[in-house]
């Protein structure tokens, strides 16, 4: 294993130039202020109007359902619910799939257990009862739901796998609203400890510019904790356009997806997975020129990692880990 005490970085935001320097890879993109398009797309990059002018949106994909859970494949750009009965959400097509599962008690119709960001595509689980969601709740909270992720990352990364061991808080900045960050940086705000474990799937390109397809296991679950650790290595998700500074804007869509999600309970256990919507048929612009590993394999390692035992991982000798953590005076104190 690997071990980097402290990852070369620096980043100049807005108005300058946005530089990643690191072991791991090193590229720069003009920064520039500018407005999200924030469109409809459809699977094949091809806009779709917005709701309002009578155009149908692909309904709800539905990945299990039981008495206990309406699980579904939630799509990208999408909110989960909302106030506004015109906006377009997860809970609106539920509601229209499923009126005989909507609970009045609930303000929303449905109890989300947890959520995924409005960019974010996947798994997404509704509890049917109150039972159901406080056994779900319960393993949310405890850490002991198993969730992976697919991406396409911007850049070549070199190595096998990269584990992420660096703490992220709140950014105390009015301009970027929401935005977390590092906690070497100098606005974050109460940092906590997070890991998240990368595997390399795939190397290629996506359009002209090199990039990386990738596994992702979030070991803890912070908000945003995959698009901020992706950044901090110097490899922004494809179409990530917060973490790229407003400029990542071409693609039709951020490239990350809940794949994969676990969970055992006393009443039900749930093992969901989804189909890859990162494959070359469904992404015109990602053309793979080198397979790393299958994506099972990448799974076989991934599952061995969580948090309170990441220093006594058995197999490290069968492939290169590099581990990047911020210096202990920059750690959790900061």
């Avoid at 039900?268 to 494959?279: A, G, I, K, Q, V």
């Avoid at 793979?288 to 948090?307: H, N, T």
Wanted: proline share 5%; with cysteine.
């Amino acid at each position: 294993m690997l071990f980097i005490s402290k990852l070369s970085y620096f980043c100049y935001f807005p108005s300058s130039v946005k530089h990643f320097k690191s072991p791991l890879v090193a590229f720069q993109c003009t920064s520039a202020r500018l407005e999200h398009p924030n469109p409809w797309y459809s699977r094949r990059g091809k806009m779709m109007p917005k709701q309002g002018d009578g155009v149908q949106r692909p309904g709800l994909q539905v990945v299990h359902k039981s008495p206990n859970f309406l699980c579904v494949d939630k799509m990208y750009d999408l909110k989960i619910n909302s106030d506004d009965p015109t906006d377009m959400t997860v809970e609106h097509q539920a509601r229209a799939m499923f009126p005989e599962l909507v609970d009045p008690k609930c303000s929303h119709g449905f109890r989300f257990v947890h959520r995924l960001d409005y960019a974010t595509s996947g798994i997404l689980c509704l509890g049917l009862t109150k039972n159901a969601a406080k056994h779900l709740s319960k393993l949310f909270h405890n850490k002991q739901v198993i969730k992976y992720y697919l991406a396409l990352v911007r850049g070549h990364i070199v190595d096998e796998a990269v584990l992420i061991d660096v703490p992220i808080g709140r950014l105390d900045d009015a301009e970027w609203a929401g935005r977390m960050c590092a906690a070497d940086h100098d606005k974050c705000d109460v940092p906590r400890p997070t890991a998240t474990l990368l595997v390399c799937l795939e190397r290629g390109m996506y359009g002209d510019k090199p990039a990386t397809k990738v596994l992702l296991k979030p070991i803890t679950g912070r908000q945003h904790q995959l698009r901020v650790h992706c950044d901090y290595i110097g490899h922004t998700i494809v179409g990530d356009y917060t973490y790229s500074l407003r400029q990542d804007k071409t693609p039709h869509r951020m490239m990350l997806h809940s794949h994969r999600l676990v969970a055992d309970m006393k009443i039900e256990n749930l093992d969901l997975r989804t189909s890859d919507p990162f494959t070359t048929d469904l992404i015109d612009e990602w053309k793979p020129s080198e397979i790393c590993r299958s994506y099972e394999e990448a799974e076989s390692i991934a599952k061995g990692f969580e948090m309170g035992n990441m220093d006594s991982i058995s197999g490290m000798d069968k492939f290169r880990l590099v581990r990047i953590k911020l210096s202990e005076s920059q750690g959790e104190e900061r």
